[in-house]
């Protein structure tokens, strides 16, 4: 009985596949080329290239979300989580990527999914003070896309390291001599 529902399903999903059109595929790249042409030129010019000056760090973040507020919140996060990695290289993060490649009647298909996780508190690095230099919200699709721009002194940013290096034994004999 088992074999006959799984061979059952097979034909079911042969016949799904099989009736597919190839177009179909086409058509959502160039959907998917015209939402990323159009995220890059609602892009602020401080996203790709943020602010330099001898005495700030500058650090902008994106991200998404169907809320305005929740996607300014993980904007200012993802920022703050930059900041914290031109401080100290020093991050706990997890990367998980998947690749799939599906062949079917002659046409290739592949998805990837990344899944990131990572900490605020990268290293223990403290950036409080921080001031949050410009924002800007864009509609994308159904969702809020959100840039912020921060920047940090480089002195705040020198005793956050020093600070580090003074808590972490190796390092701590090194500035004792």
Same mark, same amino acid.
Request: with cysteine; charged share 20%; net charge positive.
């Given at each position: 009985?088992?074999?006959?529902n799984? *061979? ?12 597919a059109?190839? &177009?179909?595929?086409q058509? #959502?790249?160039?959907n998917t !080329?015209?939402?990323v +042409?159009a ?6 010019s401080?996203?790709a290239?943020?602010? *330099?000056?001898?005495?700030? *760090?500058?650090?902008? &973040?994106?991200?998404?979300s ?7 919140? +993980? ?9 914290? %990695?031109?401080? @100290? ?5 997890l990367?998980?990527?998947l690749?799939? !490649?599906?062949t079917?009647? &002659?046409k290739?298909? *592949?998805?990837?999914t990344?899944? $990131?996780? @990572?900490?605020?508190?990268?290293? #223990?690095?403290?950036? &409080? ?21 921060? @920047?940090?002194s ?8 020093? +600070? ?5 034994? $190796?390092?701590a004999? %090194? %500035?004792e001599?």
């Amino acid at each position: 009985m088992k074999i006959t529902n799984t *061979l059952q399903l097979a034909v079911c999903a042969v016949i799904l596949f099989g009736c597919a059109n190839p &177009g179909d595929n086409q058509r #959502n790249n160039g959907n998917t !080329e015209a939402k990323v +042409k159009a995220t890059v030129e609602a892009a602020p010019s401080w996203y790709a290239n943020p602010p *330099l000056t001898k005495d700030e *760090l500058f650090v902008a &973040g994106t991200e998404t979300s169907a809320n305005m507020q929740i996607a300014m919140d +993980k904007a200012t996060l993802a920022a703050k989580r930059e900041l914290a %990695l031109q401080i @100290s290289s020093y991050v706990s993060a997890l990367t998980k990527q998947l690749s799939k !490649e599906i062949t079917a009647n &002659g046409k290739t298909s *592949l998805t990837e999914t990344l899944e $990131a996780v @990572s900490q605020a508190a990268t290293a #223990n690095i403290n950036v &409080g003070g921080y001031n949050k230099e410009a924002s800007k919200v864009v509609q994308e699709g159904s969702s809020y896309r959100a840039y912020v721009l921060l @920047s940090f002194s480089k002195e705040k940013a020198s005793e956050e390291l020093y +600070k580090q290096m003074r808590n972490n034994p $190796a390092t701590a004999k %090194l %500035l004792e001599k």
